[in-house]
């Protein structure tokens, strides 16, 4: 598999951007589980911020998954203000 994803995977700055953007969405959905909405929104820097601005749409049904299924969330509110 490393083989494979050397040869089509992203490389140089595609991958630095791809690696910082796949941790922040990490840490955040793990902050977000662990400590709740209003906490992870008050300790997020704004550039984590932003990252998260950007995949809000992929990033929202994963949160409605682990809040038990409802389909709307306020997470990306929160974000949008700051």
Do not use: C
Request: hydrophobic share 35%; charged share 30%.
């Amino acid at each position: 598999l490393a083989d494979l994803l050397e040869k089509v995977g992203p490389k140089g700055l595609e991958f630095a951007a791809y690696s910082i953007d796949y941790h922040v969405l990490r840490n955040f959905l793990l902050t977000y589980r662990k400590l709740g909405k209003e906490r992870t929104f008050r300790h997020m820097p704004s550039s984590a911020k932003k990252i998260v601005e950007q995949y809000w749409d992929v990033v929202e049904p994963r949160l409605a998954l682990e809040a038990g299924g409802s389909t709307k969330t306020e997470g990306g509110e929160g974000l949008k203000k700051n």
